[in-house]
């Protein structure tokens, strides 16, 4: 299977996958980060948006938002979710806007969705120019010599239409910059079990790296990944989230 066919073939349960995730808290951060640190501008753009559970936030703090993503079915659920928003089906390596943004985000660990360092190079150029003046970017991203290949996270959701088992890894082989996203989805429905495997091909990096490409475009505050409170990065943590201010 490839790396976007499980999302294909599995778009209707992508927000049962991404259950567990607090969309409300990782958008208020964001906007706070935006007053702290942006231009005061309220045009958002979301990289790699999914079926547009945060683009929904956006919209609803009062943001002219908008999203991409290189998966149609999701971004046909992002449009129901999200009527009056923007979105196109493009490459967040190689994206074009019509008109320039003053924030963009990508959550989820999704930059390493640019697969290697020369593709997410130019993912930061052209989030660079679709910035106005003092524009922001928001990610947040792991540290490739930090990864546990033994730990992984998963969750359970129950439903009418089965009982389902999500679970999710990180692996990095030791070199390189590449890495992997593992996922495993379990669905147990009138006495039967389907169960999928993908392997998600991802850009490993570590947090040097990571800084290097950013900051010839960027000013740069590394922050705990803590939605709740805005901390710098303590050094121990193998994820970071990043606030950028175009140069």
């Not at 927000?15 to 208020?28: F, G, N, T």
């Not at 969750?155 to 089965?162: I, L, N, P, Q």
């Not at 679970?167 to 009138?190: D, K, M, N, T, V």
């Not at 079990?193 to 993908?198: K, M, N, S």
Request: charge should be negative.
């Amino acid at each position: 299977m490839s790396a976007t066919a499980l999302y294909t073939d599995l778009s209707a349960y992508y927000d049962l996958l991404c259950a567990d995730i607090d969309y409300r808290a990782q958008s208020q951060a964001v906007l706070r980060l935006q007053r702290l640190f942006g231009n005061g501008g309220t045009r958002h753009l979301d990289l790699a948006c999914g079926t547009g559970p945060h683009v929904r936030h956006f919209l609803d703090a009062g943001y002219r938002s908008s999203g991409l993503d290189l998966n149609p079915p999701m971004l046909a659920q992002a449009a129901l979710r999200c009527p009056e928003a923007d979105f196109s089906c493009q490459d967040m390596c190689a994206f074009e806007l019509e008109q320039p943004v003053d924030l963009i985000t990508c959550f989820l660990y999704s930059l390493h969705y640019s697969g290697s360092l020369a593709r997410l190079q130019a993912c930061l150029e052209r989030v660079h120019a679709a910035l106005t003046p003092g524009g922001l970017f928001c990610f947040n991203a792991v540290d490739k010599r930090r990864i546990d290949n033994a730990s992984s996270v998963g969750h359970s959701v129950a439903r009418a239409d089965g009982h389902f088992n999500f679970a999710s890894a990180w692996h990095y082989p030791g070199e390189g910059e590449h890495q992997q996203l593992r996922l495993r989805i379990e669905r147990r429905h009138a006495g039967q079990q389907q169960t999928w495997q993908d392997e998600h091909p991802m850009v490993a990096v570590d947090f040097p790296e990571l800084l290097a490409l950013l900051e010839p475009h960027f000013e740069v505050q590394m922050l705990e990944h803590d939605y709740q409170r805005i901390e710098p990065w303590a050094g121990e943590a193998g994820n970071a989230l990043f606030v950028c201010v175009r140069r």
